[in-house]
Nanobody
């Protein structure tokens, strides 16, 4: 059974940083694309950042230059480094293993971790 477990959410002040991690078990990790999504109250879930199996990254315009996605295939873990956080980044963040090496479509979801940016 595939399981994804996010860690690292919490409360942070504007301008601060957080690092999310997502560990996976139960599947072959390094052949899949990975991604981080978020869902704010009253809004649809949106893709924040993704990385193909070969390491190509994409970012939503709203986080470009502030967030960085990475992966450790040996540890089957995905990371999201978030810097210069603003209130607009407040959301539940979900990690995902894609159904293929090039896309996060399909695949598996984590349960989410809350990130709250507030003074």
């Amino acid at each position: 059974q595939v399981r994804l477990m996010e860690r690292g959410g919490g409360l942070v002040q504007p301008g601060g940083s957080l690092r999310l991690s997502c560990s996976s078990i139960g599947t072959i990790f390094n052949i899949r694309a990975v991604g981080w999504y978020r869902q704010a109250p009253g809004k649809e879930r949106e893709l924040v950042a993704s990385m193909t199996k070969s390491g190509k990254t994409t970012y939503d315009d709203s986080v470009e230059g502030r967030f960085m996605i990475s992966r450790d295939n040996a540890r089957t873990t995905i990371y999201l480094q978030m810097n210069n956080l603003t209130a607009e980044d407040t959301a539940v963040y979900y990690c995902k293993l894609g159904g293929s090496g090039e896309s996060t479509t399909g695949g598996y979801w984590g349960r989410g971790t809350q990130v709250t940016v507030s003074s």
